[in-house]
Structures are given as structure tokens and as C-alpha cells.
């Protein structure tokens, strides 16, 4: 008896990024597709025998109808984008070129004291998860305020994230104090918990604004519900100084001693580490959020990526804020972490593009806890999936399919995108919502920050 | 009585690098264009007083018509590649992730030694003059073999390029000797001297393959001919040792103890300099094409282009070949440049977005001697310009222009292109030839490229 599938695809390749099969690349690949699962991949005549569906008949639902010519160029798993704040896109550009404390207190802190709100948070989500599903990423890692009012944009777009509840040891509009905090998180979890698309995580800030009581009982709620633990880690050089200050000891030390490196935290930046800090990160199987062009634009430093993958952590690709960017672009961020680390580790033959491409896809949905439902083209894996032209100058002519990736792919290259075998992105445009309404909406908000911007731009 | 234009284009944003007039930008602006020169630039209002052309009749060529609903998003000056080898394309991600020696000796030179000629260069060039104008490039400054065969690609695509006589101490398929590489440089700087779009330049390729003799003659004759020398400088480690193991100086202090170092060098990469080195190119008014993504991926190392630029070296960006790139995207250089800069200085403010958009325009045609003519929005120069879009999810809302362009705006985001006051890209097409053709003749030669090369790649 044949398998059953709704519908097949068809690429010249199709980049499979599937860990226990050894990462085959399948030219003339086929993927099969049922109820939103991967239900086969492999080379397209297997694919067509084993399910039976040929050229005629190749789609029952309708949702693979009319991609290209019934022949794509490229399918890959769907990018995972494992640090970032979506609402800050209203800040993008902003306030550039200025030392960070002036950044912040000048700039991004009065802005969010004045608007921030669920309007605000739902808006800016919506144009966030445009920007990225138009980029090819189907699943992102937050951290903001409000994650509840994100959740709505996200599920209504038809995008995966993982949404943090922030915990800071000081009152903020969210909460007063550490206990409210975390009935907030609390509750905020077991709204979202089990859902198929919002994986709720909880989120100590970073160790210099969440302290220890706050970072152990953030680890004991992440294992009571078993999600992830979001934070911020040795982004500066100030933040080393600081925690060594407060505690005597380096921020990964710190919270080691606490016993809260688990394999369930996935940390942003770690710019600034030893190499008795990398092993540690490498022990307890932290996940890293490297997030080069942040980094680089705020002058924290050059993250040791390669040194860290090289003593066995899983690095993983962040973009950051728009503020801090200013885009959600993951392909632009392979490129950018895949050359530096070359120069950085003084190694050119560090971070190949085929790691890039791991980090950006499969490593990056470990790391969240969802390697199990995305993250590579796997059979039983949600079929969160991009597909890419290949037919541009920048791409012309081919020799290796991973460098082109990483090196010269550009969002405008992402023809379609679907998500748990849904159509997100047909064409490069959006399915689920008007984009002209979200750009509007954006466009209102610009207007409404650049009047009561302390910043008096020059134009 | 009215002043005269063929056209005028109208936008919310002219951004002008006009140098002398303090790079003003106009909102709601206008430019006129009267037989392919900038007629006149400012607020729409005083131009169309000015020109007696309101919106009815605004063209009068046919040139500017139906550029978007009469408005345009953006105008700005076409950008300036100051350092390529425009040909390489076809080599573009043929062997990554390799040491530099390996990857020359393995992979580029036979390659090279098997393929290059007339009918090659042509095809490639082609290919990246396409990629080029649609990522906004208006002018390139190349350096390779056989230009004469590229320059009839450039004039047929009608793009604006400075073509250099190599120079080196060996014989390749160019020259047997220095005499004939001399006279072969002469008879090609007599070709193409005093044309519109092609200006030749002499190109001793570098310190180490080129020696004081080269260096000396090659230095005379941009000063007969009145042309920019284009050169490679302290691009490696290596390079620097290798220098003063012949010569016994660093490589700047090698090159001015021969005199040679004149307001007419652009000289690319300058990674390794000591600070009396920087001091000399800023004295002799050497320009320097930075060439950030290069450098990173050939783990060649950091420039100190932010102390470069405080030290009054004027600073231009330049893609290299797309073999070490991997693309011809000037943009995207913007943004590495100006955020690799800041963490390189360790200064925030540092390589702001403003100065790194008139590196990529206004110096970048000064150092190619080319300031007269192209680089800003300034009357009586060329109009060699860009139309962007802004009505993309990645580039709202705006609050500044300069931190658009530099930080996140793409190649995709090119709308129209003219060069000397013809449309080269038109709503993202080449207007002077087959895309298709040319991506299919880039195709073919990628297939005998693969057949041949020593580099049996993964899949």
C-alpha cells in the first residue's frame, strides 16, 4: 500500500539540514507533505513512487498549487532566529551611531516609557513577523515586555516564536516586584503552554539586572514546565566588570555556582568569555544566541563563535532588535558570522558555510527545545519550510549550494515560505494579513515616536 | 527666461552628497536632467519654477516617464565600487572556507589558466555589470585581464567603469616582459582615453608582484596620461614580511621612498599599517578602497579604516571579487563597514552613516578622478543616479535616511538606475540587454568551470 501524502514539492535542491541522516542535499529532491508534516523527503523519483503522486495530481489541498513550475529551485528548513526583541522594529534607525548609555537613556528607555502598551506591542509584531517570514525565517526567539499581546500578531500570521516572560529585579510596567513577576510568568505559561505554534519560555533578563533569587527561580519554573530559559549573557566587557563587582566572580561562573546552566538556556551574545567559561557553556550544553552585527554595530566586542563551536557549544544565529541591526535578516547574519569568525579565529577555513547553514536551521531549534518539531527536513518534523529562486545574477553561476546560502542569498531571493505546511509567504507576499495595513499602522507609530523623540534628527 | 531640462524626477528624498553645498537633503525634492547632465537639484517647488515644468509635461526624453506614480522614494547618487576583479564572478563561490594559498593555487589560477580570454571576460563581465547597476552601482573600478574585451560589455550594459593595465614582474598570457606589459598598457590607455562611460588606468598590481621598476614607470605614465593608479596594498600579514624581507621597509614607506605615492593611487585593502604608514597616504593624498567583506572572509584581517579616516585618508568601499566576496553589493558593504568599524575602534559613534554614504558615493568618484563628473546630486555633474524604494517592511518606519541606506536598506530595493542620464535599470530590469541571456551564458560557463575544476565539490 502506498503512503499517503497532500502534497509533494519538487527542487532542484532540496537541503535537507536532517542530523541522523548525515545532511544529504537531494538534487531533483522531492518533499512529501501530510497534515502539515513532513511525511517523506528524498530524491523526487523515490518520493513520486512511494507516495504516488505524480506530476498530475501532485496537490490535494491546494496549499502546494502553483509554486514556480511545479519544479523549485531550492527547499530548505525554515531559519530560526534565536535572539531577538520583534516589537523594537518601531525603533528601527532611531538613534545610530551613539555610545550605548546614551542610547538607552536618551533614546530607547523614554520611548518605551511612553508607548509601550498592547497596541503598540501588537503592531510592531505584526511588521516584525513580516520582515522575518519575508526573510525565510518561520521561527523566532523573544524577549520583550508584553509577550501576551505578541502571541495574537505571531499565531495570526502563522509564524512559530518562542515568547519570553521577562524578569528584571526591578518594577517595571509588568510587574513590582520578583513575586509578581513571576505569577506573571506563571500565568503567561500556562496560557501558551501546549499550544502548536507560541512555545512560551521564561526570561531572566541578564545576570546584571536579575540577580541570583531571580535566576534560581527561573530555573525551577523552566523545569517544572520544561521550556526554555531566554537570557541575556556577558554581552560587554562593563557586564564582566559589574557581576565581578557585585559577586567576585565572572557572569558564567556566577551562574554556575548558582547551578542554573542547563541545557534548557539558550544565551544571547556571550562576547566576553574565558576559556574556563566556554568549557563550562560547552559542559552544561548551553545554547549560545550569537548575534554578530549587534555586536558589531554596538562596539561589545567580537564573540568568540568559532572558539566556542570548536569546545562543543552549540552556536546558534540571533539577529537582536531592529534597534540594534537594523533588520531581522538571518541570511545577512550567516554571512556577516561566518566571514568575521574567519578573521577573528585567524582561521579561514573557521565556520564553513555548511555549520552556518546548522546553526541557522537545526541547531537553532535545539536550542529552543523544538528539535523535535523543526529545524531540519525530517520525516514526522512540522513542515516549516523556505523555498528560494535561484535565478538572479547574485546567484549565478552555482558551485556549492551552502555558499551561496551564506554568502550570497538575499531575503528578495525567498519565493515562498510555509509553516506547519501552511502557506505564510506565496510569491514573497503575505497570505494571512494585508501588508499595506501593517506598513500604514507602522508608518503612524514612526510619526507618533519622531515627535516626542528626544533625538532631533537631521532631517 | 526659464532655465532648460529634458526631465525632472520628483521625490520624498533627494539625498544630494553635494560636498560644496554642505550635502543638503530635500525633502519633497526634485532633480532636473537636461541631455544627461544634473540641470538642477532642491525642493521640488523651486525647481519646477525654475524649469517651467510642472507635473503635466515633466518629460520630455522619455527617460524619466513612469518612474513610479511621479514620486519617487528616493534619489540618490549612483554608488562607486573603487575595488573589483568584475570577471571573477564566474568563479563566485567555487572554492570557500579554504586557506588563500590553497585556494589561488588549487582552484583560481588553474582555472584562470584554462578559461580566461576575450569570449570570458565578456560573459563576466556582462554578469557583473548586471549584478552591479541592479544593486544600485553606477561606476566600478576594475582591475584584471584582457579590459579591452571588458570595456565593450561595460559601454553595451552603459555603465560607467575605470578599466586598468595590469602590471606585473612575470609573464602571463598578457605580456611576456615589463616592456610589452608597458606597451600593451599604452596602446589600451590610448583605446579608451577621453571616452564618456570608460576611463583606462594603469594597475601595477601590487608591491610584491610588482617591483620599484614597475612601480616607477607605472607612476609616470598616469602622470602622462593624466589617469588613477590602481594598485592591491598591505593587503596580508604575509605581504607586509614579504616586503621588507626584499626591501627592508614596510610596504607604504617601500612605495613613497620611490615616490610613487600621488593623490593618483587608490589603493585597496590597506589592512596592515603601522601608524607612520597611515600618516603617509593621508600627507600624499593617497585614496583607499576598504574592502570590509573581503578582508574578513580571507581572515586577511581589520583594517583601521575608522583611524585611517581621523587621520584624513579619504576612505572608499570596494567589493573585491566576488570569489572572496561572495557578490558585487556595495550596500551591503555599507554595513559591514560602518559596524565592523565601531567594534574595530572600539568607538560607537565611529564611521557614522553619513560618512560611509559618501564613501560609498561622492569619494569614492573623487578617488577614481572621477569627481568632476559623477558621485552627488550637484549641478553639472552627470546624473549617474539610484531610485530606492522605502515601502518595504525591513525599511519602516524611518526616522533617517543616512541609517536606511547604510544599515538596512538591499539591493532589492533598487527601483531605477540611470547612468548619464539613461535609464540602466528600469522597475528592477536591465533596460540595454537580456537578463536572461546572460544569466544562461553565466550558466554554461559555470558547467565547464565545475567539469574542469580541481575542486570536486559536495554535492
Redesign the interface.
Known amino acids: 500500500m502506498m503512503d499517503k501524502a497532500d502534497y509533494i514539492l519538487r527542487a532542484e ?1 532540496v537541503v535537507t539540514m536532517d542530523g541522523e541522516a548525515g545532511e544529504p ?1 537531494f ?1 531533483d529532491g522531492a518533499v512529501a507533505v501530510k497534515d502539515g508534516t513532513i511525511a517523506g523527503v528524498g530524491p523526487e523519483a523515490d518520493i513520486e513512487k512511494r507516495f504516488g503522486i505524480g506530476r498530475a495530481g501532485q496537490d490535494r489541498t491546494g496549499a502546494g498549487a502553483d509554486w514556480g513550475d511545479g519544479r523549485l529551485k531550492v527547499i530548505l528548513p525554515g531559519f530560526v532566529n534565536t535572539h531577538t526583541h520583534a516589537p523594537m ?2 525603533l ?9 548609555k546614551e ?1 538607552l537613556e536618551k533614546h530607547v528607555w523614554p520611548m518605551e516609557d511612553k508607548w509601550l502598551g498592547p497596541e503598540f506591542i501588537n503592531d510592531a509584531t505584526e ?1 516584525a513577523c ?2 522575518m517570514l ?2 525565510g525565517v518561520t521561527t523566532y526567539n523573544d524577549m520583550y515586555f508584553f509577550e501576551g499581546d505578541a502571541a495574537g500578531a505571531v499565531a495570526r500570521l502563522g509564524m512559530r516564536a518562542v515568547l519570553g516572560a521577562g524578569i528584571v529585579d526591578f518594577p517595571t510596567r509588568v510587574a513590582k516586584n520578583t513575586d509578581e513577576y513571576f505569577e506573571r510568568a506563571e500565568e503567561f505559561i500556562g496560557r501558551f503552554l501546549g499550544e502548536e505554534l507560541i512555545t512560551p519560555s521564561i526570561a531572566p533578563h541578564a545576570p546584571y539586572t536579575c540577580g541570583p533569587e531571580g535566576q534560581k527561580r527561573a530555573a525551577l519554573m523552566a523545569e517544572k514546565y520544561d521550556i526554555p530559559v531566554h537570557m541575556h549573557l556577558s554581552e560587554t566587557k562593563w557586564e564582566v566588570g559589574e557581576i565581578q563587582r557585585l559577586y567576585g566572580k565572572r557572569p558564567v561562573d556566577f551562574l554556575d555556582g548558582l547551578g542554573v546552566l542547563t541545557s534548557r538556556v539558550i544565551a544571547a551574545h556571550c562576547v566576553w568569555l574565558d576559556d574556563g567559561e566556554i568549557e563550562i557553556l560547552a559542559k552544561r550544553g548551553v545554547s549560545v544566541s550569537h548575534c554578530a ?1 549587534s ?8 564573540a568568540p563563535a568559532a572558539k566556542m563551536l570548536r569546545a562543543g557549544v552549540k552556536i546558534t544565529l540571533g539577529t537582536d532588535g531592529a534597534a540594534s ?5 538571518i541570511l ?1 547574519e550567516m ?2 558570522a ?3 569568525q ?2 577573528v ?6 565556520m ?3 555549520s552556518v547553514v546548522r546553526m541557522a536551521t537545526r541547531w537553532g531549534a535545539e536550542a529552543l527545545g523544538l528539535g523535535g518539531r523543526t529545524g531540519s527536513i525530517s520525516e514526522g518534523k512540522s513542515a516549516d519550510l523556505v523555498m528560494l529562486d535561484l ?4 546567484l ?9 546560502l551564506v ?2 542569498a ?3 531571493d525567498v519565493q515562498h515560505v510555509m509553516v506547519a505546511g501552511r502557506p505564510v509567504i506565496k510569491d514573497g507576499r503575505l497570505t494571512n494579513a494585508d ?1 499595506r495595513e ?2 500604514e499602522k ?2 503612524m ?3 507618533r ?2 515627535q516626542e ?1 528626544v ?1 532631533k ?3
Chains 1, 2 share one sequence.
Not at 528601527?92 to 550605548?100: S, Y
Not at 555586536?295 to 567580537?302: I, P, Y
Not at 579565529?345 to 573557521?350: E, Q, R
Open positions: 535542491y542535499v538534487r522594529v518601531f528601527r534607525g532611531l538613534a545610530d551611531d551613539l555610545p550605548l542610547w511588521l513580516l520582515e519575508k526573510a552585527e555586536n558589531l554595530k554596538l562596539a561589545s566586542g567580537f541591526n537594523n533588520d531581522l535578516n545577512g554571512g556577516t561566518s566571514k568575521l574567519k578573521t579565529s585567524g582561521d579561514p577555513t573557521a564553513d558555510a555548511r535565478d538572479k545574477p547574485h549565478t553561476p552555482i558551485y556549492n549550494i551552502y555558499s551561496h554568502h550570497s538575499r531575503p528578495s501588508e501593517i506598513l507602522a508608518r507609530w514612526g510619526k515616536i519622531s523623540s533625538s534628527q537631521v532631517l
